[in-house]
């Protein structure tokens, strides 16, 4: 499975950004994509996945009112709108697919993308 992961960039804090990250290659009949992200010195953490086939969700409770996971079935992409974003959102972005489990932790993930840059200025 190979991921594109594209949509960071640089926004003023209270702005929005709308990241994608199309999965390619075979997956499984039932399958996850996670977004996790790192700033600089911290670790890895979750943000959010979205469920192939049912579409079922998972978001971080610090991320939850100002994050939407959504899908499009067609090409296996899962976008993130990030609202509302403050200078500690700044991080890379990872996208991650998980053949086994939904769920929350990184270690259930065994695909990544190559990351993507968000930086919230403040």
């Known amino acids: 499975v190979q991921l594109q992961a594209s949509g960071g960039g640089l926004v003023q804090a209270g702005g929005s950004l709308r990241l994608s990250c199309s999965a390619s290659?075979?997956?499984?009949?039932?399958?996850?994509m996670g977004w996790f992200r790192q700033a600089p010195g911290k670790e890895r953490e979750f943000v959010a996945a979205?469920?192939?086939?049912?579409?079922?969700?998972l978001y971080a409770d610090s991320m939850k009112g100002r994050v939407t996971i959504s899908r499009d079935n067609a090409r296996n992409t899962a976008n993130l709108q990030m609202n509302s974003l403050k200078p500690d959102d700044t991080a890379l972005y990872y996208c991650?697919?998980?053949?086994?489990?939904?769920?929350?932790?990184?270690?259930?993930?065994?695909?990544w993308g190559q990351g993507t840059q968000v930086t919230v200025s403040s």
């Open positions: 979205i469920r192939w086939p049912y579409g079922n969700t």
């Open positions: 290659g075979r997956t499984s009949s039932s399958w996850s």
């Open positions: 991650a697919v998980s053949i086994s489990r939904h769920s929350v932790w990184s270690q259930d993930y065994r695909y």
